[in-house]
């Protein structure tokens, strides 16, 4: 072999590798890492960025990303000191869940602490359940560490529950019931009791329900995926529920596949609106099972909100869906939805709007 073939080869051989680094790293550095939440919540993003860029997991960036809008009380929907129930009082629901492992972790209902997406971390880590809820999560998750027992109202969700007093408690989430425009105490109607109602006229009334009226203002989740430098995917949610909610009452912000659910071999979703309607149909799991099956993220984001639609034409609602390459969309129902999301080709966080 002669000198001037073997330079030449070797020189070719370097150039080759040298394309293919750059051409490895370039696909790299637009597919992750990857962080997409619900709504402008930018400083909750920023926060998952800053976390995720450092090298943390995709499970820890996600209790960064939702703790901050815990912080912030993002939209007063998100955190403690909004969204009272009827007795006034402000509980949290959150969920995290590992797409590595398919790991689970929510509280639901929880009073007297604030941290619930650190809450839903506990549950994932210390146990082998998947949910715990009202105060035995409470008690859970001071046991473990997390600050409490803490009045999770403020004067903002007091003063709004007692105008909401002063309206005879209305509008209200309960339904068939006697007095209709009071504060109660409630009874079912007379013909309910009585068992006279038919199968036939519960399914209409079921499809027909008259509901609040469901926008940012008195419901909302974070609902947030990330895709971390080495690919793992996780995601999670964080709500204090719909305001005026009957006590007890756990929304679709703690149930996986409902408010949010991560595979890492296809992607993850986030969803918020109407939860007690969404989570009938389990948009989520919906959205990442298409993509499954080779859907592209915004055809597997607006099937799984027709399905609700078809049933439901009046309802409220938006997802988001985000597949494993980093390609992201979303869709919506009622209302104009917006997403956030940063990743290594933005200079900072970036919102898209998606139109009904």
């Given at each position: 072999?002669?000198?001037?073939?073997?330079?030449?080869?070797?020189?070719?051989?370097?150039?080759?590798?040298?394309?293919?680094?750059?051409?490895?790293?370039?696909?790299?550095?637009?597919?992750?890492?990857?962080?997409?939440?619900?709504?402008?919540?930018?400083?909750?993003?920023?926060?998952?960025?800053?976390?995720?860029h450092n090298g943390a997991s995709a499970v820890d960036t996600v209790v960064e990303g939702c703790s901050a809008c815990e912080e912030l009380?993002?939209?007063?929907?998100?955190?403690?000191?909004?969204?009272?129930?009827?007795?006034?009082?402000?509980?949290?629901?959150?969920?995290?869940?590992?797409?590595v492992t398919m790991e689970v972790g929510a509280v639901a209902a929880m009073r007297y602490v604030r941290d619930g997406i650190k809450a839903?971390?506990?549950?994932?880590?210390?146990?082998?359940?998947?949910?715990?809820?009202?105060?035995?999560?409470?008690?859970?998750?001071?046991?473990?560490?997390?600050?409490?027992?803490?009045?999770?109202?403020?004067?903002?969700?007091?003063?709004?529950?007692?105008?909401?007093?002063?309206?005879?408690?209305?509008?209200?989430?309960?339904?068939?019931?006697?007095?209709?425009?009071?504060?109660?105490?409630?009874?079912?109607?007379?013909?309910?009791?009585?068992?006279?109602?038919?199968?036939?006229?519960?399914?209409?009334?079921?499809?027909?329900?008259?509901r609040p009226f469901i926008d940012r203002r008195n419901h909302d989740t974070i609902a947030m995926a990330v895709i971390d430098t080495m690919?793992?995917?996780?995601?999670?949610?964080?709500?204090?529920?719909?305001?005026?909610?009957?006590?007890?009452?756990?929304?679709?912000?703690?149930?996986?596949?409902?408010?949010?659910?991560?595979?890492?071999?296809?992607?993850?979703?986030?969803?918020?609106?109407?939860?007690?309607?969404?989570?009938?149909?389990?948009?989520?799991?919906?959205?990442?099972?298409?993509?499954?099956?080779?859907?592209?993220?915004?055809?597997?984001?607006?099937?799984?909100?027709?399905?609700?639609?078809?049933?439901?034409?009046?309802?409220?609602?938006?997802?988001?869906?985000?597949?494993?390459?980093?390609?992201?969309?979303?869709?919506?129902?009622?209302?104009?939805?917006?997403?956030?999301?940063?990743?290594?080709?933005?200079?900072?966080?970036?919102?898209?709007?998606?139109?009904?």
């Amino acid at each position: 072999m002669s000198t001037l073939f073997l330079s030449l080869l070797i020189a070719a051989t370097i150039l080759f590798s040298s394309a293919l680094g750059n051409g490895a790293a370039a696909k790299t550095s637009w597919k992750y890492p990857l962080v997409v939440s619900t709504w402008p919540f930018k400083e909750a993003v920023r926060a998952a960025w800053r976390a995720v860029h450092n090298g943390a997991s995709a499970v820890d960036t996600v209790v960064e990303g939702c703790s901050a809008c815990e912080e912030l009380r993002c939209d007063g929907t998100v955190g403690p000191g909004g969204s009272p129930d009827e007795n006034g009082e402000t509980t949290i629901d959150a969920m995290l869940m590992n797409g590595v492992t398919m790991e689970v972790g929510a509280v639901a209902a929880m009073r007297y602490v604030r941290d619930g997406i650190k809450a839903a971390q506990l549950v994932m880590q210390y146990t082998q359940h998947t949910m715990l809820v009202g105060e035995q999560a409470s008690i859970f998750a001071i046991s473990m560490g997390l600050p409490g027992p803490t009045n999770l109202s403020s004067t903002e969700s007091l003063e709004k529950w007692a105008k909401w007093k002063e309206s005879n408690c209305q509008p209200n989430f309960r339904k068939n019931v006697s007095p209709a425009d009071s504060c109660g105490p409630y009874h079912p109607e007379h013909a309910l009791a009585l068992g006279k109602i038919t199968c036939s006229m519960a399914n209409l009334d079921g499809l027909n329900e008259s509901r609040p009226f469901i926008d940012r203002r008195n419901h909302d989740t974070i609902a947030m995926a990330v895709i971390d430098t080495m690919g793992h995917i996780a995601a999670g949610t964080s709500t204090n529920g719909a305001t005026f909610k009957i006590p007890g009452r756990v929304g679709d912000g703690p149930i996986a596949g409902s408010s949010a659910y991560a595979d890492a071999e296809v992607g993850a979703c986030g969803a918020t609106g109407d939860g007690d309607i969404m989570m009938r149909f389990l948009p989520c799991y919906q959205v990442v099972e298409s993509m499954r099956r080779g859907m592209q993220p915004e055809l597997a984001a607006k099937d799984a909100i027709s399905r609700i639609a078809n049933k439901y034409p009046d309802f409220t609602g938006a997802v988001f869906a985000v597949n494993k390459d980093g390609a992201h969309a979303g869709a919506c129902h009622g209302w104009t939805f917006q997403y956030s999301v940063r990743n290594p080709g933005m200079d900072d966080v970036e919102v898209f709007t998606v139109l009904p």
